[in-house]
Nanobody, 123 residues
Framework: QVQLVESGGGLVQPGGSLRLSCAAS????????MYWVRQAPGKGLEWVSA????????YYADSVKGRYTISRDNAKNTLYLQMNSLKSEDTAVYYC????????????????WGQGTQVTVSS
């Protein structure tokens, strides 16, 4: 049974940092591209970041470039997202997802999805 379980979300002040984790099981994690996608209140899904199977190639949306860092530990079957210099507009539910190929455009037809973790940036 495939599972992606996100953790690490919460309430943080503007300018603060959070680190999200996504624990994967039930599939060959190291063979999949992994993604972070977010959904702000009242808005659609927005692709945030992607990382290839080995972790050597990383991609970011312009809205988070320079502030977020995606990484993965294939030995631990875990995906991470380090978020720094957080802004109020980063408030969203953050989902991790996995796909057999590189896909950063809607409708984000990824093979696997987590349940999401809430990130709220507010003073």
């Amino acid at each position: 049974q495939v599972q992606l379980v996100e953790s690490g979300g919460g309430l943080v002040q503007p300018g603060g940092s959070l680190r999200l984790s996504c624990a994967a099981s039930g599939f060959t994690f190291s063979s999949y591209w992994m993604y972070w996608v977010r959904q702000a209140p009242g808005k659609g899904l927005e692709w945030v970041s992607a990382i290839n199977t080995g972790g050597g190639s990383r991609y970011y949306a312009d809205s988070v470039k320079g502030r977020y860092t995606i990484s993965r530990d294939n030995a631990k079957n875990t995906l991470y997202l380090q978020m720094n210099s957080l802004k109020s507009e980063d408030t969203a539910v953050y989902y991790c997802a996995g796909s057999s190929w590189y896909l950063v455009s809607p409708p984000y037809e990824y093979d696997y999805w987590g349940q999401g973790t809430q990130v709220t940036v507010s003073s």
